[in-house]
């Protein structure tokens, strides 16, 4: 069994997240998307959608309609990628849409999703549909503005339960909105033909979330898909995946052969990085991997949050070294807080590295978002404020 070290291990999730190298800025956001394997979507903007900051963390100021477009370009008749239940609400590349039958399957056998499902309006929106071409929710006439999941109208949960079964498909939004099809007139034939075995799904998604992360334990590849570890177990030898050993790891762990063929290695991004970033989006595993905690402050309440609204994490190094939380105002990036972990910061030569990081990041950012200066409220350690203001007075460093 190959036996890996900690670093080790982290360097080839780096490299498998197209976070340490040069190969995936060759690859575009298609290419990322592809990577990945899915892109979570949320719908916080802050410095810009989540589904935009995946593909910026990794190639840099990429123009957010070219990230669009690389999403959901459909000019050639068929779709690109499509959104679907995955890790959460998710834009997956087109070609995994027979790999999610599993859990068509599953939403058909349940029957009804949070609400019992009324047939009639479900014939009346495919109906519409095949009349009328793609329509969003309002277009359909059942949107309720600012309406809670539990008062959803009779189209909004006819056409999500279509959505669930496969009977409808997202392939882009349109202003946040939805936009709905049917799958015949934009998933390929090919693909739309292919009926996979839930076995077969589930081996081809563990075997598509070991790729994406390089190296990972059996709760990791199962929460990449939100699958079951039951359901991994059952087709773990089938993914091909192999069993390696972790140093400091107490799970069992499995990597994609091609990720131990030779040691990675490139340049370090230096960025920040989306709260929904697949290499953070499961804390146990950035706690375990990186040493960092993670959490999403979004939805706690303003007097009990400890480092603010959005905070990013600042990867340097391959490390996570810090976090920010932004904001814009009036053409100027600010963060309202920034901090840098204490590790970063226990030797001068650290603390250089770590400022420097943290202005660069601050600086690239605002420059893709539009932003013409960066401003940071609150700096910890506070002893540091001088230092990164100075940092940031030296303007963008490429």
């Known amino acids: 069994m190959t036996e890996l070290t900690a670093d080790e291990a982290r360097r080839i999730q780096l490299h498998a997240q197209g976070l340490l190298g040069a190969q995936v800025r060759r690859e575009g956001v298609a290419g990322v998307l592809r990577r990945l394997g899915a892109v979570q979507l949320d719908t916080i903007s802050v410095l810009a959608r989540s589904h935009e900051l995946v593909p910026y963390a990794r190639l840099g100021a990429v123009g957010r309609r070219a990230v669009e ?7 050639a008749g068929t779709g690109v990628a ?3 239940w995955a890790h959460a609400a998710c834009v ?5 849409w027979p790999l999610l039958e599993f859990r068509r399957r599953e939403f058909r056998r349940r029957g009804r999703r949070w609400h019992e499902v009324p047939q009639e309006a479900c014939r009346v929106v495919l109906k519409r549909l095949r009349a009328d071409g793609p329509l969003t929710m309002r277009e359909l006439g059942g949107a309720r503005a600012g309406a809670d999941w539990w008062d959803w109208s009779e189209q909004k949960v006819a056409v999500e339960w279509l959505l669930d079964i496969g009977e409808v498909v997202c392939v882009r939004r349109s202003g946040w909105r939805r936009v709905y099809d049917l799958p015949e007139r934009v998933v390929p034939g090919p693909l739309l033909e292919k009926t996979p075995t839930d076995a077969e799904c589930l081996a081809h998604l563990v075997a598509r979330a070991g790729r994406a992360l390089g190296v990972a334990t059996r709760a990791d590849l199962a929460d990449y898909y939100r699958l079951k570890g039951e359901q991994v177990d059952a087709v773990i030898e089938a993914s091909g995946l192999v069993p390696v050993r972790v140093a400091g790891w107490r799970q069992r762990a499995w990597a994609d052969p ?15 990085l989306s709260p929904f970033d697949s290499l953070v989006w499961d804390r146990a595993r950035t706690l375990r991997v990186f040493g960092f905690e993670h959490r999403l402050e979004a939805y706690v309440p303003k007097a009990k949050r400890v480092h603010g609204y959005y905070t990013m994490p ?6 996570l070294i810090g976090r920010v939380d932004p904001a814009r105002e009036a053409g100027v990036l600010v963060a309202r807080r920034a901090f840098l972990e204490p590790w970063a910061t226990a030797t001068p030569a650290r603390t250089r590295q770590a400022v420097a990081a943290l202005s660069t990041a601050l600086w690239r950012a605002a420059q893709w978002v539009g932003c013409g200066d960066v401003r940071v409220e609150a700096m910890d350690p506070p002893e540091l404020t001088a230092a990164v203001e100075q940092a940031l007075r030296g303007g963008p460093q490429n």
């Open 69 to 75: 477009d690389a999403y959901w370009n459909t000019s």
């Open 82 to 84: 499509f959104e679907y």
């Open 92 to 96: 997956l590349p087109m070609e995994e």
């Open 258 to 272: 091609r990720a131990l063929q030779a040691p990675p290695r490139g340049r370090h991004v230096t960025t920040l």
């Open 314 to 319: 600042l990867l340097a190094g391959g490390r």
